[in-house]
């Protein structure tokens, strides 16, 4: 019966939903079972018993990252954050870190920190990252310049490095502005495949020693004896996840894509006919004792996933990627409980030399236990089916451009490395004030981002589906704004006309720049009244409650949203009021020509009201904005 059970498991992600009633998408399913069995509350109040700094942990919350930024869950948030400041509760420090060991595996956290600076901006995140940073500088390297893997292991570099250290180093030169970092970033790779790749398989081996002296290293090469899946798959991650903020132009990023396209053409050669996923041994599966291994399968997909979302691979891979994540399911994946389950078949730990000597030899790696739920395993299963749930949601819809206006809103504040950028309803905006998770829910419906600094007109218009203006500025908010004129309404209007769909999301009367917008919205029967609707004081949430009656045409799935501080609506033809609330007209939506226009007078959708830290789970932001997107689109498509 369980097998029966766990093909119909596989159903939801390739068939959304069918017929599998009311569970969870696996993804959620097993970040359930880490909220419930691993790093328990209690671990992080024994002070003789502290769990040590690990990059395990770091790996699970790369999937508990993905988990919250698609369900707006702020469980998943709440777990990381709290964890993550119990390591902080001594000032000036990191417990259990100490920089002086020079492991490159204690760099992995880093990219929690950030992103816990990114979304809360509390400094002591990002003081945090400064000493990750620190270690870094210092951190001991080979003669051409790849880090060793640990000061105990000098003059080494193992596959596992570039997935601990890279991806933070990237992110974190990014954000404090090191464009000298992304020459370096590209060197380990590069060192590492030049050093470790087979040129017969294409497959890298586990570790180089470039001393030559270890017992486990060739004597010619330096090479450990194996391809060990784990580390390949320590290897791909780290290739994707630096890509995300390695910079568009810069020369070398051609050269990481070059080395993804090679590592991953070599790794589907080796994926098993019969199952769809990997061995231990990458390249050993018939050998007697080797076995399905759940961690690297589970990175080789999430690789897979994302190189084909980001476009860094040819659509040739898909066939790999449906393989292996169906095998994955089958092969791993049991049921743990209701909407729980547990990942089955991770190889706890392999590694190269140390105190209990480790020989690289294939005996070796059948030694080490193997086991359920391990960390490493469930972040990068988390990982995988959070890409493949995502590409599924989008499969078989049109592709929309969604224009977000950055030329009426156009306000500027210094960044951490003191640069001054653009911020405030951003898609890039991870803080409260971005867009980042309404700009996640129009990609996984088929949206393609795009920001427009420049004044609106007719043509730069015309390959935008939607447009979205937010809380135009006033000049206590920027030294020079650009308001709306007569020629920016008519260009936009004649583009609405056409058939395009405008969303105007203002703000209210203290907030926003109101009377010369209306110059735009009355064009469509819309004024915006310049009051200020909901002042919500402190947690009173209840004042912000606005009630969506059922069976609305546009918010089919929610009852209940929060807005504060609102500039309510006059409504005319072709207008007419959408939501209204004690006789004040809330929300409105306009038929002009072949277009659509929705108007509310707030940004409301912005990431503190969508990502569920801060309200209350009776207020569905992040259903709302979901709904909304849904019924732009077919706008759209109409």
């Not at 994955?328 to 209990?356: P, Y």
Request: charged share 25%; with cysteine; net charge neutral.
């Amino acid at each position: 019966m369980r097998k029966l059970f766990l093909f119909f498991l596989v159903l939801p992600m390739f068939i959304p939903f069918a017929g599998f009633g009311q569970q969870k998408p696996l993804s959620e399913q097993m970040a359930n079972t880490v909220l419930e069995k691993l790093y328990p509350d209690s671990l992080f109040d024994k002070a003789g018993k502290f769990p040590k700094w690990s990059y395990d942990m770091g790996v699970i919350f790369e999937g508990l990252t993905a988990v919250w930024r698609n369900t707006g869950d702020a469980d998943y948030f709440n777990y990381m954050q709290s964890r993550m400041d119990a390591y902080l509760s001594i000032p000036d420090s990191i417990k259990n870190y100490d920089v002086e060991d020079f492991n490159i595996d204690n760099i992995k956290n880093g990219t929690t920190l950030l992103m816990l600076y990114k979304v809360t901006g509390k400094e002591k995140y990002l003081q945090a990252c400064h000493r990750l940073y620190a270690q870094l500088q210092k951190h001991p390297r080979t003669h051409e310049g790849g880090f060793w893997h640990k000061k105990i292991y000098p003059y080494q570099m193992w596959l596992d490095g570039l997935y601990m250290a890279q991806p933070f180093y990237a992110e974190y030169a990014s954000l404090m502005n090191i464009p000298s970092a992304f020459d370096d970033i590209a060197n380990q790779f590069v060192y590492m495949e030049k050093n470790a790749r087979d040129p017969k398989t294409g497959l890298l081996y586990h570790g180089w020693d470039e001393s030559k002296k270890e017992r486990w290293s060739d004597p010619k090469t330096g090479l450990s004896p194996h391809f060990w899946a784990r580390g390949m798959g320590w290897y791909v991650m780290a290739l994707v996840d630096v890509l995300d903020y390695f910079p568009e132009d810069h020369p070398r990023r051609q050269e990481l894509i070059a080395i993804l396209d090679r590592t991953l053409s070599a790794v589907v050669k080796y994926q098993d006919t019969k199952t769809g996923v990997w061995y231990d041994i990458v390249d050993l599966g018939t050998r007697k004792g080797n076995y399905l291994e759940s961690s690297a399968s589970s990175m080789f997909v999430f690789g897979l996933a994302k190189s084909l979302r980001k476009g860094y691979i040819q659509a040739s891979f898909q066939k790999y990627l449906d393989r292996g994540y169906q095998g994955i399911v089958k092969e791993f994946i049991s049921v743990a409980g209701d909407n729980r389950v547990d990942l089955n078949k991770t190889v706890q730990v392999s590694g190269l030399g140390g105190k209990k000597y480790r020989d690289g030899s294939f005996a070796y790696y059948m030694s080490e236990p193997v086991v359920t739920n391990d960390p490493k395993g469930i972040g990068a299963f988390i990982l995988a089916a959070s890409e493949v749930e995502f590409a599924q949601e989008k499969k078989g819809k049109k592709q929309h451009v969604v224009t977000l206006d950055n030329y009426f809103n156009n306000e500027y504040k210094k960044t951490a490395s003191g640069e001054l950028k653009p911020y405030h309803y951003l898609w890039d905006g991870e803080d409260n004030n971005g867009f980042s998770l309404l700009g996640r829910t129009f990609e996984k419906n088929g949206g393609k981002l795009n920001t427009l600094k420049s004044a609106p007109t007719l043509k730069n218009l015309l390959k935008s589906n939607v447009y979205i203006i937010v809380d135009p500025d006033t000049e206590k908010e920027t030294k020079q704004p650009h308001f709306m004129n007569e020629t920016h309404a008519q260009q936009i209007a004649q583009w609405v006309n056409k058939g395009g769909v405008l969303v105007l999301f203002l703000n209210d009367s203290g907030n926003c720049e109101i009377k010369k917008f209306n110059m735009l919205a009355q064009k469509f029967g819309i004024t915006f009244n310049e009051d200020s609707r909901n002042r919500v004081k402190g947690n009173e949430f209840q004042t912000g409650a606005i009630p969506i009656p059922k069976g609305n045409i546009v918010f089919p799935n929610t009852s209940k949203i929060y807005i504060k501080e609102i500039s309510t609506l006059q409504v005319k033809a072709p207008a007419q009021a959408l939501i209204q609330d004690h006789g004040d007209t809330i929300i409105a939506t306009a038929k002009y020509g072949k277009g659509t226009v929705f108007a509310i007078g707030d940004p409301w959708l912005y990431n503190e009201y969508t990502d569920g830290r801060k309200l209350p789970k009776e207020y569905e932001n992040f259903t709302a904005a979901n709904d909304l997107v849904q019924w732009l689109f077919k706008q759209v498509n109409n």
